[in-house]
C-alpha cells in the first residue's frame, strides 16, 4: 500500500552501448530455501458496488485524501519494519569483472542474455519503437485529485475497449490515484480519471494493475481500498477493488483482503487463467500491523466478473510460507491460457524479515480447480515448490543526479530508493508445444569492477512451472548505472523487451529498454533533470516508485511498456516532478 499526497514530445533516442558478456556473476553464499507447501481455499463473496455503461457514466467521487496536502505512498512493507533500502545501505552485492555481469542457464529453452555498458557507442536496442507518448504525471494526478502524490505505481494495459463507439484500441495508463485511455498514438479517448471515482471508493489507496483478457474482451483494474467508512486506526480493513470493463459497460466490487478485519492486506498483485481472476496481497496483522503473516492468494470467479453479476465468488488460500518464511511478493501469472493459474516469488526476506543478503532461490506456485469458485462444487488448491536460481543480491540505493539540497521542504535527490528484491513487476507467459514459461524481473545489486561501486541492475527469469525450474535467467547490467524496476515481457515475433528507469550520477532519471541478446540500452525519453521530491522531509523516503509495466499487445506482435522518469519542465508538478513514458517496442 503507499498512500499520500511533465511531458513532452520525445526527439531523439539516445544509446548505451551493452559490452558483451565474458563471465559469469560471482554470487556470495545465498540464503537457499528448500521445500513445497500446499493449501485449501475458504469461500467468499462480493456484491457489486455500481454498474455503469462506460467509465464517464460513474458517479464522480472525491478522494478522500484532497484536504490532506502533498501525501506519500507507504513504501514497500518490510516484514522487519523499516523501509529496507535505506536501513541497509550497505548490502552485499555481487561481483562483476570488467566487461561481464551476467549468468545464463544452460536450458534449451531460452537462451540468458547479460552485459554491461558504456555511455559511449551507438546503435540500438535490437528493436525499433512503434508508438511512443507522455504517459501520466504528477501534475496531472494532482490536477485531478487536488493533491500532489509520490511515488508513482505504474500500470499499463492495452485491448479493445467495448464501451466506446466502434471499440477502438485503447491505452488504458493508471498510476497512483489516475487513470488515462488513449488511442495507440496517445490522443485521449475520454477525460482523466481519479481511482476514487474509477473504483466507487473514496479510500482509494493505489498499487493499481490493468489487465485486459482478449478472450472475453475484458479489462480488469484492481488496487488496495478501504470499504466505506474509510481507514480505520489500525488499517486492518483493507479490501481489493475490482473493476470489470467490457461491452456490457463497467461495475465495481469490493473484496475482503483483510482476514475479516484482523490484516492489512498490502499491495494486491494480479493475474488471471482461463477460470479465476487471480490476486495476491501481503499481510500485515494485529493493532500495530507489525505481525507479517505471508502473502494470500484470491481466487475470484473470472466468468462472473466478465457478466458483471451482482455477486460474485471468491476463494481465499493462505496466508502462505515456504520452508517457515512467510512469502512476500507473491505475484500471479497474467493469462495463463489454460485452467491453471501460476505464481512466482524471490525471497528479499529470511523467517524473522531481516533483509536476505543474496538469495539463491525463487519460488513457484500451481492454482489448480479455480473452477471450484463459479461452481462451488470443491475448492481451489494451491502447492508451492522452492526452486534453485541465480543469485540476486538486496539492491542498495541508486545514485542519481540530484545534489541532496533542500529547497522548501523539496529534495534535490542524489539517491533513489530501489525498494527491494521482490518480484513486483507483471509475470508474462509463453507457451511452446505445451510448454509454459512464466517471465519476470527485480531489482538486485551488483559491484562493479574492482568492488568500488556498487548499483543496482535487472535480474530476470524464465520458470518453468510445472518442470519446477529456472528454464533461464539472467542479468543486465548497466556499467555505473542503475536500472529500477525492471519489467519484462517476451514477444511472439522477436526477443523479449525488458523496461526500467535508468539513472546515474551523470543521468537524470529516464525511461530506458533492451531486448534481451542485444547488448545495448535504448534511452528513449531522457529525464530532464534530477528528481525534485517532498518525500525525503515529509517521510524520510527518497521514493522513485514499486514497478514498471510491460504489456504483450494483443495482436501478438509488439510489446507496451511504461516506466518512470523525469518529464520536461512544463509537465513537472512544483512538489514532485515525477512523470511517465509509454511506447510500444516492435516485434520484428
Known amino acids: 500500500m503507499k498512500r499520500a ?60 485524501f484532497h484536504n490532506s496536502g502533498p501525501q506519500a505512498l507507504t513504501p514497500f512493507r518490510s516484514p522487519a519494519g523499516p523501509s529496507p533500502a535505506t536501513a541497509n545501505t550497505a548490502a552485499p552485492a555481487m561481483s562483476a569483472n570488467a566487461t561481464a555481469s551476467g549468468t545464463a542457464s544452460a536450458a534449451a529453452s531460452g537462451t540468458a542474455s547479460a552485459a554491461s555498458s558504456t555511455v559511449s557507442g551507438g546503435g540500438n536496442s535490437g528493436a525499433s519503437i512503434v508508438q511512443r507518448f507522455n504517459g501520466l504525471s504528477d501534475l496531472d494526478s494532482d490536477n485531478l485529485n487536488g493533491f500532489a502524490l509520490t511515488p508513482p505505481d505504474q500500470g499499463l494495459c492495452v485491448g479493445r475497449d467495448g464501451t466506446l463507439a466502434g471499440s477502438p484500441k485503447a491505452v488504458w495508463e493508471p498510476v497512483n490515484l489516475a487513470a488515462r485511455e488513449t488511442s495507440v498514438n496517445g ?22 494493475r490493468c489487465l485486459y483478457d482478449a478472450s472475453t474482451q475484458t479489462f480488469f483494474f484492481t488496487e488496495i481500498g478501504f470499504p466505506p467508512g474509510g481507514p480505520n486506526a489500525s488499517l486492518t480493513n483493507t479490501v481489493n477493488d475490482v473493476l470489470v470493463m467490457n461491452a456490457r459497460g ?13 490484516c492489512l492486506g498490502d499491495q494486491p498483485k494480479t ?88 538469495a539463491d532461490t525463487v519460488g513457484v506456485w500451481t492454482l489448480k480447480d479455480g473452477a471450484s469458485v463459479t461452481t462451488g462444487h470443491g475448492t481451489p488448491v494451491l502447492t508451492g515448490t522452492a526452486i534453485p536460481s ?26 533513489l530508493n530501489p525498494d527491494d528484491s521482490r518480484m513486483a513487476e507483471p509475470v508474462a507467459v509463453t ?44 542479468y543486465v547490467v548497466a556499467k555505473g548505472a542503475n536500472l529500477l524496476y525492471p519489467a519484462i515481457q517476451p514477444q511472439r515475433f522477436g526477443p523479449a523487451a525488458l523496461v526500467f528507469t535508468i539513472t546515474s550520477r551523470k543521468i537524470n532519471p529516464s525511461a530506458a529498454f533492451t531486448t534481451l541478446g542485444s547488448r545495448k540500452i535504448t534511452v528513449v525519453a531522457p529525464g530532464a533533470g534530477p528528481h525534485m521530491s517532498f518525500s525525503d522531509v515529509l517521510f524520510n523516503e ?32 512544483p512538489a514532485d516532478n515525477w512523470g511517465t513514458y509509454v511506447f510500444e517496442v516492435s516485434g520484428h
Open 250 to 262: 463497467v461495475a465495481a466490487y469490493q473484496f475482503d483482503s483483510s482476514l475479516g478485519g484482523t
Open 431 to 474: 507457451q511452446d508445444h505445451g510448454r509454459i514459461q512464466l517471465w519476470t524481473a527485480l531489482s538486485a545489486a551488483v559491484t562493479f569492477r574492482g568492488g568500488t561501486a556498487t548499483g543496482d541492475a535487472a535480474a530476470w527469469f524464465a520458470i518453468d512451472p510445472i518442470g519446477e525450474r529456472v528454464a533461464a535467467q539472467g
Open 5 to 64: 499526497s511533465f511531458i513532452g514530445v520525445l526527439g531523439v533516442l539516445s544509446y548505451l552501448t551493452l559490452v558483451p558478456a565474458s563471465s559469469s556473476l560471482a554470487a556470495a553464499s545465498g540464503a537457499h530455501v528448500s521445500g513445497t507447501a500446499i493449501y485449501t481455499g475458504t469461500a467468499g463473496h462480493a456484491t457489486r458496488l455500481t454498474q455503469a455503461a462506460t467509465v464517464s457514466a460513474l458517479p464522480a467521487v472525491i478522494s478522500a
Open 390 to 415: 541465480q543469485a540476486y543480491a538486496f539492491p542498495v540505493p541508486a545514485a542519481s543526479t540530484g545534489d541532496g539540497s533542500v529547497t522548501n521542504q523539496i529534495t534535490s535527490e542524489a539517491f
Open 542 to 573: 527518497a521514493r522513485w516508485g514499486d514497478y514498471s509495466f510491460a504489456q504483450l499487445d494483443p495482436s501478438g506482435n509488439g510489446v507496451w511498456v511504461a516506466t518512470e522518469y523525469i518529464p520536461p519542465a512544463a509537465f513537472q508538478d
Open 271 to 358: 493475474g488471471f487463467d482461463n477460470n479465476a481472476l487471480i490476486m495476491s496481497t501481503d499481510e500485515y496483522c494485529g493493532p500495530t500491523l507489525s505481525n507479517y503473516e505471508g502473502a494470500i492468494v484470491m481466487a475470484i470467479s473470472k466468468s462472473q466478473l466478465v457478466h458483471e453479476d451482482t455477486t460474485v465468488s471468491d476463494s481465499v488460500l493462505g496466508p502462505v510460507s515456504l520452508s517457515g518464511i512467510p512469502v512476500t511478493g507473491l505475484d500471479p501469472a497474467i493469462n495463463t491460457g489454460t485452467r491453471t493459474g501460476y505464481l512466482v516469488n524471490s525471497f528479499p526476506f529470511d523467517a524473522a524479515g531481516n533483509n536476505n543478503a543474496v
Open 187 to 208: 490522443t485521449l479517448l475520454q477525460p482523466d480519471v481519479s481511482l476514487a471515482t474509477l473504483f466507487q471508493d473514496p479510500f482509494a489507496e493505489g498499487d493499481v
